[in-house]
C-alpha cells in the first residue's frame, strides 16, 4: 500500500509519496532495508488537465524545481520519480544504483502512473533525463498506449567511448556482469558536477549525499544492463508515442573538460550518438538541438535553459491535445 504523501525535502509546497516495492528480479543479497520509490509532487497535484512524470538519470535525484514550475504553470502536474536504489530512495542500500535489470523498475513507474491517473484519465507525458531517458524509451516501447509523449533530456543511448571500449569491453563486461554484478566497472568525474553545485562556484544547491561530485561506483551488473537495452535501441524500439529527443549542440571533453566546456557542451555524453539513434526510437520523433546546453539541460546557463524548457513545453503542449469540450444546452442558448 503507498504510504501517504509527506513534505518533501524540497521545502513546500513539495510532497513525498514512498511507494514500496516487492520486485526482485536483479537478484543479490537482500539489502538492510525493502526496495522503495519515491514519488514527489506539490501538495495540490491532481487538478490539472496534463501531467508529466519526470525520471532522473544515474547518480541522480529530483531536485530542479524551477524547471518543474514551468511545466505547473503550463497546465501541468508535474510528478517525479526516485527510482529504487537512488536519490530519495536509496533506504539504506549499501550499493546505491546498482540495478541489475533496468526493466525491474517497470514496477514504479507503473505504480506511479497509476496514481497519477486516480482522479481519472489525462495525458501523461514521460520525461527522462540520461538513464531515466534509456528507462522511459524501454517504458514507452514495451508498454504502448500508457503514455502519450515522451520527452528525452539528453538521453544515454550509446557509451560515450572509444571503439574498443564500446565493443570488446562491453562483451567482457557482459560476461562479468553475470557472474559478478556488483563488481566496480567504472566511476565518472567530477568536473560536471563540480561546476553544477552552489557550494564548487555553481548555481544549484542540491544534497550531495544524494548526488555526491564523484558518484557511485558504475557496477557490472548494472553495466551490463544498460549496453543490452542501448543494444535495443540500435535494433529499433517502435515506440508508438510521439518522442523529442533533446540534447545539446556540441559534445565536450569528458576526461578533462575546460571551463569553456562545463558551462556549454555536455561532458558527460555524446549528443553526436543521440542524434545518430534518433532514428531508431519510433515512428514520430523530434529533434531539439540546444545551443549552449549542458548534459541537464534543465541546468543549463540561463539562456540555454530558457531556450530547451519554452521548447519542450511548447512541444508537448502541442502533442498533448485535450479532448474539445461540447457546450452545454446553456452555452447553446446564448
Known amino acids: 500500500m503507498t504510504a501517504d504523501a509527506v513534505p518533501d525535502l524540497l521545502g513546500p509546497p513539495w510532497m513525498a509519496r514512498t511507494i514500496p516495492l516487492g520486485d526482485r528480479r536483479d537478484g543479490g543479497e537482500e539489502p538492510s532495508a525493502p526496495d522503495v520509490a519515491t514519488l514527489v509532487h506539490q501538495e495540490d497535484a491532481g487538478s490539472a488537465p496534463r501531467a508529466v512524470l519526470y525520471l532522473p538519470g544515474f547518480v541522480d535525484y529530483f531536485f530542479q524545481a524551477d524547471h518543474a514550475q514551468a511545466w505547473i504553470d503550463a497546465g501541468f502536474d508535474f510528478y517525479a520519480l526516485d527510482m529504487r536504489r537512488s536519490g530519495r530512495s536509496i533506504n539504506g542500500h549499501p550499493r546505491p544504483d546498482d540495478v541489475r535489470d533496468l526493466r525491474v523498475r517497470a514496477e514504479e513507474m507503473g505504480k506511479a502512473l497509476d496514481l497519477i491517473r486516480e482522479r481519472g484519465p489525462r495525458p501523461v507525458v514521460l520525461l527522462g533525463h540520461s538513464t531515466g531517458g534509456l528507462q522511459a524509451l524501454l ?125 556549454s557542451t555536455d561532458v558527460v555524453l555524446d549528443p553526436g550518438q543521440m542524434l545518430a539513434r534518433a532514428g531508431q526510437l519510433g515512428e514520430d520523433v523530434t529533434v531539439l538541438q540546444v545551443p549552449g546546453g549542458i548534459h541537464d539541460l534543465a541546468l543549463s546557463p540561463g539562456p540555454a535553459r530558457e531556450h530547451y524548457t519554452r521548447s519542450v513545453i511548447g512541444w508537448a503542449l502541442e502533442r498533448t491535445p485535450l479532448p474539445s469540450r461540447e457546450p452545454d444546452a446553456q452555452e447553446r442558448a446564448r
Open 139 to 263: 517504458w514507452a516501447a514495451d508498454h504502448p498506449g500508457t503514455v502519450d509523449a515522451v520527452v528525452l533530456n539528453s538521453p544515454w543511448l550509446d557509451l560515450n567511448e572509444n571503439w574498443f571500449r564500446r565493443v570488446p569491453l562491453t562483451a567482457a563486461v557482459d560476461r562479468v556482469g553475470r557472474w559478478l554484478p556488483s563488481l566496480p566497472v567504472g566511476a565518472i568525474g567530477t568536473a560536471y558536477g563540480r561546476h553544477l553545485h552552489a557550494g564548487t562556484g555553481g548555481e544549484w544547491d542540491y544534497d550531495l549525499t544524494l548526488k555526491p561530485h564523484a558518484g557511485f561506483p558504475g557496477r557490472a551488473g548494472f553495466v551490463r544492463t544498460v549496453r543490452r537495452a542501448h543494444a535495443e535501441v540500435a535494433r529499433g524500439l517502435g515506440v508508438t508515442a510521439p518522442v523529442l529527443l533533446a540534447c545539446a549542440a556540441r559534445r565536450g571533453d569528458k576526461r578533462h573538460p575546460g571551463p569553456a566546456e562545463v558551462t
